[in-house]
Each structure stands twice: as C-alpha cells, then as structure tokens.
C-alpha cells in the first residue's frame, strides 16, 4: 500500500462522480487548514482532510480536500468511525481502501451539501450505501 495516496490524480473522476449528485466545486488545496487561515475562514481543526463551505452569494458549495491523504489520516478517520459502532467490521474493512476511502470523504461531503441536516453518522452511512448500491470505485 502507498503510504500517500494524491488525490489530485483523481479529481476528474471525483468532479464527475459529484456531478451526479449535485452542481459542486471540488478544490484539492495542500492544507485545508492553513487555506482556511488565508481566507478567514474559521477551521478549528488542523488535520481536516476535507470540508465543504456554501457560498452564501450565489448558494454553490464548495468541497475541498487536502491533496494528499496519509494512512495516518485515513486510520484516524477508521477508528472514530469504529469507535461510533455504526459500521459492521467488513465495512469499514471496505473503506480501508485507500481508493474507496477518498470516494467515501466525498461522498461524506456532498452528503452534508444535500442536506445540511445530517449528522456526521447519517454522512457517513449515507455514503457507504452510495459506494455499495453503486459499486463505486476509482480507476
Ligand atoms: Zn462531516
């Protein structure tokens, strides 16, 4: 397994796998974090690995996601959802692929741009279903 998986690789599918679901523009930025500090835009947590921000003049959301994902990062997103007991063991055994992890952190955010409602654990379970019922996979 790579120890870094570059998401920039696979924009132009990840934009055409979101324009199925909704108009959205998807930005990879090296550091979700220090991006969020140039622009003012508040972010309390230095290892977000994506996030989706709605502009509030014209309503268009905009995903972005760090260009690189570690296994570090991708672990620390598994044992949370471990942690939260809302996926059996062979489905986050699923997500451990580094490729079905990214579409997973889009999906995740589209799902909070379809409906601002949802919590964390309905994003998530939301997008798993989207990657079984489609079987969704990246090239
Ligand atoms: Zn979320």
Same mark, same amino acid.
């Given at each position: 397994? *790579?120890?870094?998986?570059?998401?920039?690789?696979?924009?132009?599918q990840l934009r055409e796998l979101s324009s199925r679901y909704? %108009? $959205?523009?998807? *930005?990879?930025?090296?550091?979700?974090?220090?991006?969020? @500090?140039?622009? !003012? $835009? +508040?972010? !309390?947590? +230095?290892?977000?690995? =994506?996030?989706?921000?709605?502009?509030? @003049?014209? !309503?268009?959301?905009?995903?972005?996601?760090? /260009?690189?994902?570690? &296994?570090?990062?991708?672990? &620390? $997103?598994? $044992? !949370?959802i471990e942690h939260s007991n809302y996926f059996s063991s062979? /489905?986050?055994?699923?997500?451990?692929? %580094?490729?079905?992890?990214?579409?997973?952190?889009?999906?995740? @955010?589209? &799902?909070? =741009?379809?409906?601002?409602?949802? &919590? @964390? *654990? %309905?994003?998530?379970?939301? =997008?798993?279903? /989207?990657?079984?019922?489609? %079987?969704?996979?990246?090239?």
């Open positions: 397994m *790579e120890k870094h998986l570059c998401v920039l690789n696979y924009v132009d909704i %108009q $959205v523009d998807i *930005e990879i930025v090296p550091n979700i974090f220090k991006w969020c @500090e140039e622009k !003012g $835009v +508040p972010e !309390g947590h +230095p290892f977000r690995i =994506a996030k989706t921000l709605k502009n509030l @003049e014209n !309503g268009r959301y905009l995903i972005l996601i760090n /260009q690189y994902l570690t &296994s570090e990062n991708i672990s &620390s $997103v598994l $044992v !949370g062979d /489905q986050i055994k699923k997500i451990t692929d %580094q490729k079905i992890f990214l579409i997973h952190l889009l999906l995740h @955010e589209i &799902s909070h =741009a379809l409906d601002e409602t949802r &919590s @964390e *654990e %309905q994003c998530d379970l939301w =997008a798993l279903s /989207q990657i079984e019922t489609n %079987q969704l996979t990246l090239d």
